[in-house]
Structures are given as C-alpha cells and as structure tokens.
C-alpha cells in the first residue's frame, strides 16, 4: 500500500513540490479508511515537513509545518510504537516554533524533548540520526533552566554521535559546528564547515544541497 508513497517521499526533490504533494494526496485517502491510519498520519508528517523545509516564504513554511504537526499528533496516537511517528512530529514542532516565533517555541518545548527522546530511544540511526540530529539541536537552542532543559554540552554530545552515526547527512555537522561555536571550539567548527563548503553538488538532491551551504556560510561568518 504505501510503496508508492515512500517512493514519492524518497524522491521528494526530483520533481519537487509535485512528488510531496501526490503523497500527501494518497496518504489523506488512506486516512479516510479504517486501515493503517497510523502508518499514513507518521508519512503525512514526514512529507509535510519536507514541504515546509523546501519552501522559500514563511508563510508556506508555517502552513506546512502546522499541518505536519496537526498529523504527527495522530500518528503518536494511533501509532506509538513508530519511530517515524514520535520523529516526525517531534522535528515538526520543532521547525514550525522556528517559524512562529519564541512563543510557539516555547509552547512545544516539552513535546519536542519528550517525542524526541522518545524517537532516540526507539532508534537512534533512524534516517541518518535524524533522533540524534533533532535532540542535539534542541538542547542547543532550547534556553536552560528554569525556562527549559538547554544544555550544550549535552548537545555537544549528542550530535558528535550523530556525525558517527549519520556523517552523510551534512546538517549533523552543521548543527555540530554551530554548538562548538557557543563554546568558543573554533577551530573544530571550522573544520567541519570547511568540509561540508567542499562538498561537490550531487547529481541528486540538489535543493538539499543549497540548504546545506546556506547555513554552513552563515557560520563561517561567525568566523
């Protein structure tokens, strides 16, 4: 049922938006059935979110990332004992705070820690450390006590395993380098920019790609 999908999903650049959106169409079919409604909410998070992480105004990126949130609630719900489900809505909270503003950032800092731990713990290679890269950065960003549960080392420590674990996928050190940053370890973060500066564009997954140098240059400024 859903080779399809997964399919559209994991070619989500090569005709993008219109690949994320025919999944999402199938998927919002599949969830008006009595049948693998959990399945399909963890998917509809996880192609909502590249919908919002591949648009280029805040307002489509708010749009997606709170439909993506809206799905990854349900797909905890009917299926917990998912990965994807806790990973997904997790990373989608996560974004559409960003976006939103403090606040909303505020408002999901308790399910963003508690859905993610959650992921990392049910499995933490899962998509290239994707639990480890979403943990790692929120005990970056998130502010410490008595507001929150920030801490970078702690998310130092976290996303050093996530290079180990997933080192193809170039915001695991990005996000590394920006915590090396706060701590004043220069010379680390620049070599990790250094390197993912140097990477040629792929054949594939070029929109990918751009972010990656977007947000590496923007460090290196820091610099």
């Known amino acids: 049922m859903f080779e399809e999908i997964d399919r559209l999903i994991e070619e989500r650049e090569e005709d993008f938006p219109n690949n994320l959106l025919r999944a999402r169409d199938l998927l919002l079919e599949i969830v008006k059935g009595e049948e693998n409604k959990g399945p399909a909410y963890a998917r509809l998070a996880h192609a909502l979110f590249w919908l919002g992480e591949f648009s280029e105004s805040d307002s489509d990126k708010d749009k997606y990332f709170g439909e993506a949130v809206e799905h ?40 963003v820690e508690k859905h993610g731990t959650r992921a990392m713990e049910m499995d933490r290679a899962y998509f290239m450390a994707a639990p480890l890269r979403l943990m790692g950065r929120f005990f970056h960003q998130a502010p410490g006590w008595p507001i929150g549960s920030g801490d970078t080392n702690k998310a130092i420590k976290i996303l050093e395993e996530a290079v180990q674990v997933g080192p193809e996928f170039l915001y695991n050190q990005i ?49």
């Open 72 to 111: 990854g609630k349900k797909a905890v719900e009917l299926a917990p004992d998912m990965v994807e489900s806790h990973l997904w809505y997790g990373a989608s909270m996560g974004s559409h705070g960003v976006v939103r503003g403090i606040m909303s950032s505020l408002f999901y800092l308790g399910p």
């Open 175 to 223: 996000y590394l380098a920006d915590a090396y940053l706060s701590k004043g370890r220069k010379d680390e973060a620049k070599k990790l920019l250094e390197d993912v500066l140097g990477r040629p564009e792929p054949e594939k997954g070029k929109l990918q790609y751009a972010l990656y140098q977007r947000d590496a240059k923007k460090l290196m400024e820091k610099l």
